[in-house]
């Protein structure tokens, strides 16, 4: 081979490596895999995240709901049961309460496992409750004065039991916490016989 061969030779395959491709077509598709694949973990990460945040949420909302109307010092189940008429009236909410403080010592024993602590919730939700809370305890106020008290006050306790019902089948359905799920199970079948209990009365007067 003479010399102007062997350049000629030298500069096609110089020529071919700075044509060939910087990637094979099996390494991009390794990459585009890769890529996809992180994106659906970002995606699936972000889920699972925006899932515990509205169960935390909703299980602050819920938790003090629960503390505040079993406290006789808030609760309007305590404030008016003096100030009913009707004996039955008054027994149901005597025996609310002992549900619902019995209910929020179980909520205090798995607050940790559900990431809230439960001397330190978010004063929106404390702030929003306490908002109705005072709403309704004018409501009633004026009920008593008008001689409406039992009627006003029955469908008003069925509504609050109505509200912590809704949030519980809420957070059941998102949380993936056994002794949450099982403990808002036990919740609600005591929480459903008085809301029939208070729906009832209400509906007959």
Do not use: C, W
């Not at 309460?97 to 010592?105: G, V």
């Not at 008008?146 to 029955?154: E, F, H, K, V």
């Amino acid at each position: 081979m003479d010399n102007k061969a062997y350049l000629d030779q030298i500069a096609v395959k110089s020529q071919q490596k700075n044509t060939s491709p910087l990637l094979s077509p099996g390494l991009i598709k390794l990459l585009i895999g890769a890529a996809i694949a992180l994106i659906a973990m970002l995606i699936i990460g972000n889920i699972f995240s925006s899932g515990n945040n509205k169960v935390s949420t909703s299980y602050e909302d819920l938790y003090y709901r629960i503390s505040t109307l079993a406290d006789t010092s808030k609760s309007p189940l305590a404030t008016y049961d003096q100030k009913l008429k009707s004996s039955d009236l008054r027994s149901y909410s005597s025996s609310l309460i002992d549900i619902l403080r019995t209910t929020k010592n179980r909520y205090d024993a798995i607050s940790g496992s559900v990431g809230i602590d439960s001397s330190n919730l978010s004063s929106s939700v404390t702030g929003d409750f306490d908002s109705s809370l005072s709403a309704l305890n004018a409501k009633l106020d004026d009920a008593y004065l008008t001689g409406q008290l039992d009627r006003i006050y029955a469908y008003s306790m069925y509504d609050q039991i109505t509200q912590l019902l809704n949030l519980e089948l809420s957070i059941s359905q998102k949380t993936s916490d056994q002794n949450l799920a099982e403990l808002i199970n036990n919740s609600r079948k005591d929480l459903e016989s008085f809301q029939k209990q208070f729906k009832a009365y209400s509906d007959s007067h």
